[in-house]
């Protein structure tokens, strides 16, 4: 079975633009979440997505976007690039909403997005 | 958030056992106990989760303390590909689900 998968999985931008992220979730899982890892703050988790919903949502500004598609793939939106958002981007699947304790989180090799 | 601390960085010599211990003084009665491994250049990847028994399957062997208030992870034989940073999570409900939360995670080093 196919792991999950990230595309692209390199992008450079420059502050002001947006930038859109996509992610194939393993075959069969319905959940996608979103993390942002940078040396300084670790992974940080962004938002979680479940049957074309948004179920949970990380502290983060209103800049960080996202939406589930019907065959669970998700992309996530990054609008008014900062230097800051500079960040290896990860997405995981699963194959429940996150209600269990015990659901298993597959994840991506991850978008690393670079803003110049 | 329930919070974990574990040691920044340990080293260890291939082959041999290494023992990662994870402090969770905080820990409430139902958070689960996660383990999650990241490889150089990988996203993290699930190596093992317990609540108050120990755990083994193939990859390692979760030891949990009678009191929950700490546990160790077991790499039986350390080998070169074990070499990653090593995140000990509670997982505690959340806005209605169980998220991941990343401490900084335990950077291991295999020696040849």
């Known amino acids: 079975k196919a792991g999950v998968t990230q595309t692209p999985r390199y992008l450079i931008k420059t502050r002001g633009q947006q930038v859109t992220l996509s992610c194939s979730p393993i075959?069969?899982?319905?959940?996608v979440s979103w993390y942002q890892q940078t040396p300084g703050q670790g992974l940080q988790f962004l938002f979680e997505y479940f049957s074309e919903t948004q179920r949970n949502k990380g502290n983060f500004p209103g800049r960080f976007s996202g939406r589930q598609f019907s065959n669970s793939r998700s992309e996530m939106n990054v609008s008014t690039l900062e230097l800051g958002d500079s960040a290896l981007y990860l997405c995981?699947?699963?194959?429940?909403?996150?209600?269990?304790?015990?659901?298993?989180?597959?994840f991506g090799p991850g978008t690393r997005l670079t803003v110049l | 958030d329930a919070k974990t601390t574990q040691p920044n960085s340990m080293e260890s010599n291939e082959e041999e056992p290494v023992h990662l211990p994870c402090n969770h003084s905080?820990?409430?009665?139902?958070?689960?106990i996660h383990w999650y491994r990241q490889l150089p250049s990988q996203g993290p990847e699930y190596v093992i989760h317990g609540l108050t028994s120990n755990v083994n399957n193939r990859m390692a062997s979760l030891a949990i303390a009678e009191d929950r208030k700490s546990s160790t992870l077991i790499l039986h034989r350390a080998t070169l590909r074990d070499a990653a940073v090593y995140y000990c999570i509670l997982r505690a409900r959340w806005a209605g689900s169980y998220q991941l939360t990343f401490g900084k995670g335990t950077k291991l080093s295999v020696i040849p």
């Open positions: 995981a699947s699963s194959l429940g909403a996150g209600s269990l304790p015990t659901d298993t989180q597959y």
């Open positions: 075959s069969g899982h319905r959940s």
């Open positions: 905080t820990i409430s009665g139902t958070d689960y």
